[in-house]
């Protein structure tokens, strides 16, 4: 019977790339058939390795991941950054600015809200992004049809529109959203107008090729310094995330 260091051994062998060249290796009907039941009865006993190969491939598609979303960050900075489609909350010279991609249907981006709001007030020199990024479906992109407006005719109203319709219960429609900046004193009759003649297209289209850029598919995602984060991941490890920057220039040092 074939001792368990064997066994390994034989295991390694036959998980090696199939593109490397073994002939001395070639095995015959019954060999293979022996190093198949050696290799079930070691995972059978061992399962704990398929774990560990799940987590090195978790690990390795995450890596993977922040690498694309780190050159697309330096290749698309100024649209990230500077973008004339987007407003900004918070301090204007902040020493460290997040994106936020979020859609106003988005219940992880409602919740993590709390979390920018929390930041913000905790720390005085940093500034956050809106980017605006309807991928809810038709009421996601009615509703910040609307807001785009809103950031239209009056840029200094954009903050607190926001801050309300992250706050609203039910679902963001456009009539929602209509009834929220009407509240807040805009008229109607001008959005409309606006929607119309100066639809938000170039807007959506810039935050989806962002989006594609990065790697993004969901929301909320963050941008810090050079690296994407994606997920409501929480007040705690934004900070973290600040902190770092300011220590070594960088989201993760």
């Known amino acids: 019977m074939p001792s368990k260091f064997t066994k390994i051994a034989m295991l390694a062998i036959a998980l090696l790339p199939a593109a490397m060249p073994l002939p001395a290796l070639a095995l015959d009907d019954a ?15 061992n399962p704990e ?32 950054f500077s973008s004339t489609h987007d407003i900004a909350i918070g301090n204007p010279d902040a020493d460290v600015t997040i994106v936020e991609f979020f859609d106003y249907n988005c219940g992880f981006c409602r919740r993590a809200h709390a979390d920018m709001e929390a930041l913000l007030e ?5 500034r956050f992004i809106l980017k605006e990024f309807p991928i809810l479906g ?19 109203t954009y903050p607190a529109f926001y801050r309300a319709m992250m706050a609203a219960e039910g679902k963001a429609t456009e009539e929602s959203a209509m009834e929220l ?10 959005l409309r107008k606006t929607m119309t003649e100066n639809p ?23 941008v810090l310094g050079n690296e994407a984060v994606f997920g409501a991941v929480g007040v705690d ?13 960088a989201a993760t040092c």
Do not use: W
């Open 31 to 45: 060999q293979k058939k022996e190093m198949g039941e050696f290799i079930r009865e070691y995972l059978i006993a």
């Open 49 to 80: 390795i398929l774990l560990e190969v799940q987590d090195a491939l978790t690990q390795k598609r995450e890596t993977m991941r922040q690498q694309q979303a780190s050159v697309a960050v330096e290749a698309n900075r100024e649209a990230l």
């Open 122 to 126: 905790k720390d005085k020199n940093v």
């Open 138 to 156: 038709p009421d996601s992109a009615d509703a910040h049809k609307v807001s785009d407006a809103v950031r239209k005719l009056s840029p200094e």
């Open 181 to 190: 900046a009407v509240e807040l004193g805009l008229s109607e009759e001008a």
């Open 200 to 222: 938000n297209d170039a807007s959506v289209q810039e935050a989806y090729q962002l989006a594609t850029s990065l790697g993004i598919t969901g929301t909320p995602s963050y």
């Open 237 to 249: 490890t934004l900070q973290e995330k600040v902190s770092n920057i300011r220590a070594c220039g």
